[in-house]
Structure formats: C-alpha cells, structure tokens
C-alpha cells in the first residue's frame, strides 16, 4: 500500500509539474515569440530545473504540441458541443450562433500559434506534424456534418463534408489572422458568423436544400 501511495503522489506531481510548464511555457511563447524562447527561459518561468523538462518533454517542439493538441481539443470540443445540439439535423444558422459564441478566439494562443506556423514551414517533419493535428479539428466538424447528411444539405460547391470542414477551418484562420492585427474579438466573432453562414448555407442564412 505504501508502494501505491508514493506511486500516486508521483504521479500527481509529474502531472501537475507537466501542466505547470505547459502554463509557463504558453506565457513565455506569448511574450517573446516561439522561435526566440529556450529551455532555460521555460525552466526559470515554471521554477524547475532542466531535468524537470527532459522528464516531461525532449523539446520545444514536443511541448508546442502539447499545448496545440490541449487548445486543439478544446475547440473541437466546443465545436462539437455546439454543432450537437440540433439531434441528426442540423440547424446551420443556430449552429453556426453556437459556434462563435462559444469558440476560442486567444489573440495570446493566436500569436504562439503563428510563430510555431512559420518555424514548421522551415522544418517538413515539423510541418508533418502539425498538418495531422489540424486535421483532427477538421475531423471533428466532418463528422458532426456527415451525421447531418440527409436532413441538412450542404452548398453543392463544397463538394462533401469533408471539402466543408476545410471551408469552415479556412474561414476560421482567416478571420484569427486579422484578430492579429486589429485585436477586434468581438469583430472576429461577428465577421466569423457572417462567413460560417455564408458557406454552409445559401448565404442567405437559410440552408440549401438542393441535394449534393
């Protein structure tokens, strides 16, 4: 019993020393810039050592996708939550409302985001990596739009569910881009409504029901 228990505690203390660096490292990213952020810098934000890190992470990278899997997951949640609400239809206006209301717009999160973008455009393998992890969130919305198919249809330009979720992602880094530069969130949530509507339905805000 002894053993467990000091099991336990260890566990809980790699847990909650893995979620402080996550936590420090986010705010030093957001800071400084990813690409210009070491080790050390991360180590001295959370107050441990290096070992510390190598016992949870083998490098920047791999924290990144720490934190990109952690906020990728919260938004597929998010968009999931509000795109379930309809049953096996779906109500492409109401949905849509969900949707912005509820989604992530971090102008921090944005900035650490961009950094990493342009330090994978440099590395293939990186970029790899990061290519799957954006295709979990789009899978997450293909999928909610496939179980609609048959009650809700889509614009026939999008082709399937599929070409919608790259439509819905598309239009979703677009408007994050300009939330860089103009820090307008409730202007990004506005405009992100508008383009949502626009593809999925007629752009009218009624969903089209031609057959796809």
């Known amino acids: 019993m002894a053993v467990e228990g000091t099991t336990g505690r260890v566990t809980r203390r790699r847990v909650r020393t893995r979620a ?21 810098e991360v180590c001295e934000a959370a107050g441990y050592s290096r070992g510390a890190f190598y016992s949870n992470f083998s490098s920047l990278d791999e924290l990144f996708f720490a934190l990109y899997r952690e906020r990728a997951d919260l938004i597929g949640e998010q968009v999931s939550g509000a795109l379930a609400l309809d049953g096996p239809g779906l109500d492409v206006p109401a949905a849509v409302d969900r949707v912005t209301d509820v989604l992530l717009l971090d102008r921090d999160w944005l900035l650490v985001k961009t950094d990493f973008l342009v330090h994978a455009a440099r590395d293939p393998e990186v970029a790899r990596s990061l290519l799957e992890h954006r295709a979990r969130l789009r899978q997450a919305i293909a999928d909610r739009l496939a179980r609609a198919r048959g009650h809700t249809a889509l614009p026939a330009v999008l082709g399937d569910t599929d070409g919608a979720a790259h439509a819905v992602v598309a239009a979703y880094d677009g408007v994050t881009t300009q939330l860089l530069l103009d820090r307008d969130v409730e202007h990004a949530r506005a405009w992100l409504k508008q383009l949502l509507t626009a593809l999925l339905t007629d752009g009218s805000g009624t969903p089209d029901h031609r057959q796809n």
Not at 23 to 38: E, L, M, Q
């Open 20 to 40: 402080n660096l996550l936590d420090a490292a986010f705010s030093v990213f957001a800071a400084k810039g990813f690409g210009h952020v070491s080790i050390e």
